[in-house]
């Protein structure tokens, strides 16, 4: 089949897209992402900054001033040292008013205002995710799949094919992030196997077989060969493909990095059989990835919203671990089982699942 950048598919999409140049269209649907250069100002950066340290200093004791301090572990023994997020403080950046390039890439992306429920005034807040510093600064090395940390976003609803929760994840920078600066390490090439396992498997998957030490992962990331590190300046913005596996990476710079992660929720399920002229550029990524042009997918089990782990309680937790136990001696069961080297990196493993 011919490759759909080259198709009717995608002219009729990008012909759509107010903000994004065919060649970054091209460059999403092909490597799951794109960095769209000054989107948002950069006083609304600089704002983030200054509350992010005020919250560091007052609920940490971190001293912008004193970098001696920042390369501590904020999430318990094996954290990634300096890395931190902040709550914000409750302000609202309306993007329609204060950043319209950066609403209308995102709605280039998703298919247009149409795909978002009610009136689509996305905006931002001024929690920010923090990466002070590294302790061993001669330590980094390019990204690599046999690593921890890969993960697909998701932790609060079951994973299928089509899922609505998670339309795209958009990323604003707000800081320049240099080449070795802490930028988020990503695998360009990861949209074609997520799709592949969630379209075989249209009973969808439970939100901690993809996060954290999820199983599913090893056996998804081993699939992949492109990797990146983002970066960018800060007003510019990252949107990614909902499917984007990805990492977060030391910071062995002395520039501390501040970006965001925001959700973005569709008002339907994703569609992968829509007329010639109505696909997104998400979903002409996925059936590129699947190599068709169209995908008649039908989920069998119900949608199905999880609460985050962290924020579970003991019941809820010990609830969610078996049937997260069930899954995975499914799961090995159909011939489908996480890498031998996984655990050495501390994921969860269905090779021998109890």
Known sequence: MPDLLDSRLFDAAWARCKQLGRAEARHFVEKGHVVVKGAFPKDFAALVRERAWAELARQHGIDRRDPAGWARSFHGRGGLPGYVRTGG??????LRAGAPRALAAQLDVLGGAERLPGDPELAWGTGA??????????????????????HKDGWHFRHFLNSPEQGLLTVPIYSDILPRGGGTFIATDSIAPVAR??????????????????????????????????????????????????????????RPRFIANVAVVLNEPMRFNRPTAG????????????????????????????????????????????????????????????????????????????
Not at 129 to 150: C, F, S, V
Not at 206 to 227: K, M, N, R, T
Not at 312 to 336: F, P, V, Y
């Open 279 to 354: 696909y997104s550029l998400v979903e002409l990524a996925v059936l590129r990835a699947l190599q068709v042009e169209r995908f008649d997918f039908e989920q069998t089990n119900p949608a199905e919203a999880f609460v985050p782990g962290p924020f579970r309680d003991e019941e809820e937790a010990q609830k969610q671990r078996r049937r997260l136990k069930d899954e995975m001696r499914a799961t090995a069961g159909t011939g489908l089982t996480t890498p031998a080297w996984a655990e050495e990196c501390g994921y969860m493993s269905n090779r021998q699942a109890p």
């Open 129 to 150: 995710i923090a990466n002070l510093g590294a302790e061993d600064h001669d330590g980094w090395q390019p990204p690599q799949p046999r690593q921890p940390g890969w």
């Open 197 to 254: 396992l969630l379209a075989a498997h249209p009973g969808g998957f439970h939100a901690d077989s993809v996060q954290g030490a999820g199983y599913l992962i090893p056996y998804l990331i081993e699939q992949c060969s492109a990797f990146e590190e983002l970066t960018g300046e800060a007003g510019d913005m990252a949107i990614l493909h909902p499917y984007m596996l990805h990492r977060a990476a030391p910071n062995p710079s002395d």
């Open 89 to 94: 403080d409750g302000l609202r950046f309306p």
